[in-house]
DNA sequence: TCAGTATACGACCGATTCTGTCGGCATTTC
DNA sequence: GAAATGCCGACAGAATCGGTCGTATACTGA
């Protein structure tokens, strides 16, 4: 529960290899997949999906490929997430949906609502460009706090 | 992905319907159950195992049932899900398993802890009182903030 | 123009996980 | 001792997920 699904785990994974790879126009679905022992043709799906959600940019023929649609700042965990795996709920009936089908309007929604929107909201504050930077040097001078507020 | 099982959710309106009523000595899994429209038999189980992790009390016999063993303030909704559950990963291989199965050392998961981390923080901040108050004043005086720290 | 490389997309199946049920046993109260 | 209740393991149906296949389409370069 509460866990990615490899589908967004080979999309973030494929992200940070385009981000790190800036200098090459394309890469193509096969060249990360094996860069990372990924099913090819999976992750050639999860790359389409990027794709038709704005995230990247693909190039068919030969030396074709995939590249990011904008700056590695730019696209955040969640959209990745978001494009593969559809809308963010931590519960099976968030009232995006049709109402809670268990009886009496099931209150424990409402206080989870919050703790989706905060989950949400860390994963919108982290950027590809933040995977990126995993090498921390031991005086931690490069890591970045942020405060994210939950309201209950 | 990245959504609580159905078992934690009931576990949760469970501890919630408990905290809400103090009074009696003890309410059976049927009782919780019909209060919400949820399979007896499966609830009877999720509240066996949150007794075996210490988060209520049983009393077998007639007139038995459950009780909190703690105050509502005392039980994190953390502590829940992980007893429902089990240990609480945002991703299939986190350093706590054996290492990535996927080849070379894949960088993304040290980011991710981070991010798994902040997440269980945010559950560990709620309480199962938290829950119950979820009628809120209009003017929202009762609302209470909580800063979560990310570090990446 | 043709061959090769690459993306695009839908269908499908096997594996895993989740949900829920059943049956039997233990414990307490009346 | 009977009724109510918790305790526990096994299991079946359903849903989701992971991965594959086949085919169509698009672009490149010789």
């Given at each position: 529960m509460l866990k990615l699904t490899k589908k967004a785990?080979?999309?973030l994974m494929a992200l940070k290899y385009l981000a790190e790879h800036p200098e090459t126009p394309a890469l193509s679905a096969k060249d990360v997949?094996?860069?990372?022992?990924?099913?090819a043709q999976l992750l050639a799906k999860i790359l389409q999906l990027l794709t038709r959600n704005g995230l990247?940019?693909?190039?068919?023929?030969m030396?074709?490929?995939y590249e990011l649609a904008r700056d590695a700042r730019e696209i955040s965990a969640y959209e990745v997430i978001h494009a593969i795996d559809?809308?963010?709920?931590?519960?099976?009936?968030?009232?995006?949906?049709?109402n809670c089908d268990l009886t009496p309007s099931c209150t424990i929604k409402?206080?989870?609502a919050r703790v989706n929107?905060?989950?949400?909201?860390?994963?919108?504050?982290?950027?590809?460009?933040?995977?990126?930077?995993?090498?921390?040097?031991?005086g931690r001078a490069a890591e970045a706090n942020r405060l994210v507020t939950l309201t209950l």
């Open positions: 785990d080979y999309g997949a094996d860069a990372y022992g990924i099913p990247l940019r693909s190039h068919a023929g030396n074709g490929g559809g809308p963010f709920f931590i519960t099976s009936c968030t009232k995006g949906d049709k409402e206080p989870l929107d905060t989950i949400a909201g860390v994963l919108k504050s982290i950027s590809i460009q933040d995977l990126t930077e995993h090498e921390q040097p031991a």
